[in-house]
């Protein structure tokens, strides 16, 4: 059984920093493409950032995030991170981490093609 743990949101200023981390279990790590999204009140989930399978380092990102925000993996410890800079109150929501439904696939920004989410973990930027 496929497990996700995110962690690491909280309450910060505009401006200001996050680290977000996300750990699976329950699969060869390194084989599936991983992707972040986040659910904002009243709003749809919407895609942040995803990153290939393997150690390619293709990293794909939101438009709205780009630039701001850098996914990383560490295959060796089965975590992705979200760095998350210059954060915005519009930044403000509820962040997910899923890995993709099948291996050795690209990784999208589609939430369908995700098959195993975390519980999410809030992110507040104050103005």
């Known amino acids: 059984q496929v497990q996700v743990l995110e962690s690491g949101g909280g309450l910060v200023q505009a401006g200001g920093s996050l680290r977000l981390s996300c750990v699976a279990s329950g699969r060869t790590f390194s084989n599936y493409a991983m992707g972040w999204f986040r659910q904002a009140p009243g709003k749809e989930r919407e895609f942040v950032a995803a990153?290939?399978?393997?150690?390619?380092?293709?990293?794909w990102y939101a438009d709205s995030v780009k630039g701001r925000f850098t996914m990383s993996r560490d295959n060796a410890k089965n975590t992705v991170y979200l760095q998350m800079n210059s954060l915005k109150p519009e930044d403000t929501a509820v962040y997910y981490c899923a890995t993709a439904k099948s291996p050795y696939r690209a990784a999208t920004d589609t939430a369908t093609d995700y098959d195993s989410w975390g519980q999410g973990t809030q992110v507040t930027v104050s103005s």
């Open positions: 990153n290939s399978w393997g150690s390619s380092g293709n990293t």
